[in-house]
């Protein structure tokens, strides 16, 4: 079965600093991965997908995250915080029935300080 | 309209009571989801619609849950005799739908509500 999992619930970092935050996929076939962001009291957006097209995706923000399939790794990353990158970010995987019904991790809270 | 606009943002209910949570999608986006997001974790999918039929309701956690789309455009989704386990926030998605391809299965969210059983 799909899974993902995000290996830290929160981050913080400082601002103009680089950010990582990290999810492993278990899957039996290479699939494709989304990254979502939910600012407080806002819809999840979309960030990025991965869908086997090239292995470094790069999304909205200045966010990318490349996929590893050697090590079954989806990390997003940013080369420099900013304060309005204070959100929840979600790795997300289609399960078995296809894009009809996501899994999601369980979430990493980013902090950025000034 | 411009996005998925959910309603209320905000409902507190006692405890036995009966909720319904509305959900308008997309113009024309002919797919509708319903998510579940518990405190500190991630979303749980409830619930799939393809126009007014739901092909998938496998996540619905107990028969007190229920979900409608009628028009192929407005979902409720009904809690009766409401449980402090049920207080969540209640997510509403939709996206255009009608094939295989990434692009018509972009799921777009709602801001959620939050429903918070006393």
């Known amino acids: 079965a799909q899974s993902v999992t995000q290996l830290d619930s929160h981050v913080s970092v400082s601002e103009g600093t680089p950010v990582l935050l990290r999810c492993n996929y278990s899957s039996s076939y290479s699939p494709s991965l989304f990254w979502y962001v939910q600012h407080p009291n806002k819809g999840l957006q979309l960030l990025l997908k991965y869908t086997s097209a090239a292995t470094l995706v790069k999304g909205i923000n200045g966010f990318e995250a490349e996929f590893k399939k050697s090590e079954t790794s989806f990390h997003l990353t940013k080369p420099s915080a900013h304060m309005s990158d204070a959100a929840e970010y979600f790795c997300v995987v289609p399960g078995a029935g296809g894009y009809n019904k996501l899994i999601f991790g369980a979430g990493t809270r980013l902090a950025v300080h000034p | ?118």
């Open chain 2, 1 to 118: 309209g411009a996005g998925v606009s959910q309603s209320p943002s905000n409902k507190v209910t006692e405890k036995g009571k009966d909720v319904e949570l509305r959900c308008d999608p997309i113009s024309g986006h002919t797919a509708l989801y319903w998510y579940r997001q518990r405190l500190g974790q991630g979303l749980e999918f409830l619930i799939y619609f393809q126009g007014n039929s739901a092909p998938d309701k496998s996540g619905l956690p107990s028969d007190r849950f229920s979900a409608e789309r009628t028009g192929e455009s407005v979902s409720t989704l009904t809690i009766q005799r409401t449980q402090q386990e049920d207080s969540a926030v209640y997510l509403c998605a939709s996206s255009s739908g009608g094939g295989w391809g990434l692009a018509k299965n972009i799921q777009y969210f709602g801001a959620g509500t939050r429903l918070s059983v006393l």
